[in-house]
């Protein structure tokens, strides 16, 4: 990505970026479907339908961090001249990495099972809300950006160094 020499780095950089593309896409109409914040259209009003609306401004919530995450570890690798330390972008990867993951946690649950919501006469239970391509492409991102972060933390952990044997001096008596 550019501004990041890391190519694993800005590639998980892109990702974070990547949902919120992929949703004004789903807000600007196109038949591939409204994506997991819903379309912004005058046919159906996410206003009359509480769980929807809950869960959508949730889900717009999410990617938003995720966004803004990935847009910190993009402004470290433009003080630092491309070049970041692994230990300055872990706190942002873990931060992106358990909103990534709730994110994508929600989006699960609310198109197959569906969770409660609040209403104006109290929590609802909804039922599963209807998946599109908008949708099942944010889920993707998330997946594959949960793995590949799990994957840079692991492998940029420090790894302890065996102790020495012991040295044993010999003194020879004569």
Not at 46 to 74: C, R
Not at 108 to 131: D, N, R
Not at 150 to 159: A, F, G, K, M, N
Request: glycine residues 10%; aromatic residues 10%.
């Amino acid at each position: 990505m550019f501004g990041i020499r890391d190519r694993r780095l800005g590639l998980l950089v892109g990702l974070m970026f990547a949902p919120f593309a992929l949703q004004l896409l789903g807000w600007a109409g196109t038949p591939l479907g409204g994506g997991p914040c819903g379309a912004i259209g005058l046919d159906q009003l996410m206003l009359e339908q509480p769980q929807v609306f809950f869960y959508a401004q949730i889900m717009l919530w999410g990617i938003s961090l995720l966004m803004a995450t990935g847009f910190f570890v993009l402004m470290l690798g433009f003080m630092h001249n491309g070049t970041i330390q692994k230990s300055q972008a872990r706190p942002f990867l873990l931060i992106a990495l358990v909103v990534g993951s709730l994110t994508a946690l929600i989006y699960a649950l609310t198109h197959t099972v569906g969770l409660p919501a609040p209403s104006p006469i109290g929590w609802l239970m909804s039922g599963a809300e209807p998946t599109d391509v908008i949708g099942i492409l944010i889920f993707t991102v998330l997946l594959v950006q949960i793995s590949l972060t799990l994957r840079w933390l692991v492998q940029s952990e420090p790894t302890p160094q065996k102790a020495a044997p012991p040295q044993t001096h010999q003194s020879k008596v004569i």
